[in-house]
């Protein structure tokens, strides 16, 4: 498993002191960042109320001030996860012009950023494949929604091969994407090779772009 680059994610910060006094705002920020491993490790039914109270180091009466239920709570961790991706594929993208530089950049990425959110995918991947409830099933779809049309719009432009559309290209990325966040981090041995991302960059390169070859290293 590839550990995460020391420059893809701040070290978290401490939490606050249990029991001390903070604005309502930075109080809730403090509880979805507690909340967020939690839910990632252990899952939405693994997780109870007492849990995530201390966590956060609040009463739960505390808790339910700010979010009225665990679901609401769980929701808002999985709107967090949707946000941290969709920032992470636009720093990703940055800079790169043309869709054939920027499918490059997302693969060189890759590794790196499935290291670097774990957790997201995590809780994200879990809430599709245990929670079907109607609420919980929204708010993963509408999560890759966003990711999808971040990765539409890296694509859009010049450089896609005439009569691929970067629509279609932009949600190829998005399943290839999430295979990977749950192959790579179990260390699945053929997607884990030496030199198999390039040469999966160089196949989609082929069928996507009218580059055709990634760029030597």
């Known amino acids: 498993m590839v550990k995460p680059a020391s420059s893809d994610r701040p070290p978290p910060r401490p939490g606050p002191p249990p029991g001390s006094r903070l604005p309502a705002g930075e109080r809730r920020a403090s509880i979805l960042a507690a909340a967020f491993p939690r839910f990632a490790v252990h899952g939405f039914e693994g997780t109870t109320t007492r849990d995530l109270a201390r966590a956060a180091g609040v009463t739960e009466p505390v808790l339910y001030r700010h979010f009225p239920s665990k679901e609401a709570l769980f929701a808002a961790v999985l709107e967090e996860a949707a946000g941290r991706l969709v920032a992470a594929l636009d720093a990703a993208v940055g800079g790169a012009r043309g869709a054939g530089a920027r499918l490059e950049a997302l693969a060189e990425r890759l590794e ?83 030199g198999y991302g390039r040469e999966v960059l160089a196949l989609l390169l082929s069928a996507l772009t009218a580059r055709g070859r990634p760029r030597p290293r």
């Open 112 to 194: 790196p950023l499935l290291a670097a959110h774990v957790d997201e995918f995590r809780v994200l991947n879990g809430a599709a494949a245990t929670r079907p409830d109607a609420a919980t099933a929204g708010a993963v779809r509408e999560a890759y929604r966003r990711l999808g049309e971040r990765l539409v719009a890296a694509l859009d432009g010049d450089g896609l091969r005439p009569g691929v559309s970067a629509e279609t290209a932009g949600h190829l990325l998005l399943e290839m994407g999430l295979g990977a966040s749950l192959a790579r981090p179990l260390g699945v041995p053929g997607v884990c090779r030496v």
